[in-house]
């Protein structure tokens, strides 16, 4: 059996107890939302400017979206999710929005849509109204996604898209 001195039994002491310290606090800070995701919500509800050039870069930049669109849709320029990413607890499998005056869009034929951002969760429609905060959703609009992860159209329940056009 081990003898440990007195110092090696405080410094054994000391180390556990900064491992606990740095460990809850680090609990701590993972609870809250990162500044990207809470952005990414209030523009989903229709809070302030909605920017959806800004929004989806900056998701890039992070390496949270792929920089290279999957679909093109009426406009709308759909970017998978590259490493988690979740809306009001839900998890996104894509972003897509559209913006009128921003070269960074792919245009569509026909007539542009509104400036548009949202996100495809994986769940049903019903289940994503169900777990929204009230309050906003009369302000949003969720429904079910025409498309698969692949551009393919789909009629699945389980995607749906949530988004805020102006």
Request: with cysteine.
């Amino acid at each position: 059996m081990p003898v440990y001195r007195k110092d090696h039994l405080r410094l054994l002491r000391f180390v556990f107890v900064a491992l606990a310290v740095i460990l809850i606090g680090g609990l701590g800070i993972s609870a809250q939302k990162p500044a990207f995701q809470k952005s990414l919500e209030d523009q989903l509800s229709c809070v302030g400017n909605l920017e959806p050039a800004k929004a989806i870069k900056a998701l890039q930049t992070r390496s949270i979206i792929s920089k290279e669109r999957y679909l093109v849709f009426d406009s709308w320029n759909y970017f998978r999710t590259r490493k988690p990413l979740k809306v009001w607890g839900l998890q996104a499998s894509a972003v897509f929005g559209f913006e009128m005056y921003s070269d960074f869009f792919a245009r569509g034929p026909g007539t542009a849509p509104p400036n548009t951002i949202g996100v495809v969760v994986k769940s049903s429609p019903e289940k994503v109204k169900s777990s929204l905060p009230q309050d906003i959703i009369s302000k949003m609009y969720i429904e079910r996604s025409a498309f698969d992860q692949h551009g393919e159209v789909t009629d699945s329940s389980e995607l749906t898209e949530i988004s805020c056009r102006e």
